[in-house]
């Protein structure tokens, strides 16, 4: 995979090392409640299954670390993973004490972008729960228009949460 590089970030593969800063963002429930995939408490176990998932991703999936340029450390991940030929589900995680500073924008702006010019998708899908308003302004400032909402399960919360579902097509892509 290649690194995309935005002006703050850079989003690169990612490594074995970066377990531990997976388990030590995602092992908070702030971080994990918004997620549908993440359970807590989150372990070594669990970010090392992770790291071994994505690193088997055929074409045109890509999960990223998101990384401050100004360090090597993981603050969040970012990924593009493919539902449909032509489309994927976009999703991401951003560290509790880096909220506010505008790097979940910028993360999913550039998988966004990377996803329709490089990967060739048509179409992203994503969501957020309610109540994750950070989530719901990221997504709809990229363009993504609701579909419909719904009710997903949560591995963090261990139930049910109520979710929007989003999709965001090529051609409606907001510069």
């Known amino acids: 995979m290649t690194t995309i ?11 074995e090392t970066d377990a531990g800063d997976i388990v030590r963002q995602l092992n908070n429930f702030a971080v994990s409640r918004w997620t549908a ?24 999936n890509l999960v990223a670390a998101i990384v401050p340029k100004e360090t090597d450390r993981l603050i969040g991940v970012v990924g593009c993973e493919m539902q449909d030929p032509g489309e ?3 999703g991401y995680w951003i560290a509790e004490d880096r909220w506010g500073k505008g790097f979940g924008r910028e993360a999913a702006t550039a998988m966004t972008d990377h996803a329709f010019a490089v990967l060739g998708h ?11 308003a950070a989530s719901q302004r990221i997504l709809e ?27 965001l097509d090529a051609k409606d892509r907001r510069p």
């Open 141 to 167: 400032g990229l363009g993504f228009r609701r579909t419909g909402e719904g009710r997903s399960f949560s591995r963090a919360r261990k139930s049910e949460a109520d979710v929007v579902f989003l999709r």
């Open 5 to 15: 590089t935005t002006a703050r970030l850079s989003l690169r593969p990612l490594r």
């Open 37 to 60: 995939r993440v359970p807590f408490p989150y372990s070594t176990l669990d970010a090392e299954d992770f790291l071994r998932r994505v690193a088997v991703l055929g074409t045109g």
């Open 88 to 90: 994927a589900e976009l």
């Open 122 to 132: 048509k179409a992203l899908y994503s969501s957020y729960q309610v109540g994750n």
